[in-house]
């Protein structure tokens, strides 16, 4: 039995992280940090990877915390200090699909999971970013975790009934003992 305290969630835009995130912190009674909040400032402009990291510091510090989004460059600590990780592997058709759905259900609205200033938008090359995932960063980030196995359970769900039996599983407890029932693939 496992008790979660540091929860990274990682995968494609449109898999689900951020969805994940809120229902895992509602259920575990953790904060959710979006990487994407952190990441951005106002009016889409990036944030350095010094002052990304020096944002992701201040959350790591804490006793407890779900941190979802990728930004590889400042990942390694975050990867280390989780108990917990989790890559949502899901096919690139819904990613893309979840992603047009989400602009046209908040073009030009700020949600929750971006910085201030940053309403939502889509570009081309957001588009061929996440066509291109699973050859271009799938196979760095699956790397990435399992090399964190010594000290953080692994998890690596793989389709969307999968991803509602681990939901499903988190509702009913948010200690995670047992995954025999679910259909995902789990390496610990």
Not at 43 to 55: F, I
Not at 82 to 103: G, P, Q, S
Request: proline residues 3%.
């Amino acid at each position: 039995m496992v008790i979660i305290n540091r929860v990274v969630i990682l995968g494609s835009p449109g898999s689900g992280k951020s969805t994940l995130a809120k229902k895992l912190g509602k259920s575990a009674r953790i904060a959710v940090v979006h990487m994407d909040k952190l990441f951005w400032k106002p009016g889409w402009l990036q944030s350095t990877r010094e002052e990304l990291l020096a944002k992701q510091e201040i959350h790591l510090k804490k006793s407890s915390w779900i941190i979802e989004g990728n930004y590889s460059l400042v990942w390694d600590e975050r990867l280390k200090k989780a108990d917990t990780i989790i890559f949502l592997d899901l096919n690139r058709f819904l990613c893309i699909y979840r992603i047009l759905k989400r602009w046209v259900l908040n073009r030009g609205r700020v949600r929750d999971d971006l910085a201030p200033g940053c309403p939502d938008r889509m570009t081309i090359e957001f588009l061929h970013y996440v066509w291109k995932f699973p050859y271009k960063k799938r196979d760095q980030m699956i790397k990435a975790v399992l090399i964190q196995q010594d000290h953080a359970q692994t998890i690596i769900i793989n389709n969307k009934k999968a991803v509602k039996q681990f939901i499903d599983h988190l509702e009913f407890s948010p200690i995670l003992s047992s995954y025999s029932e679910l259909t995902f693939k789990k390496y610990q």
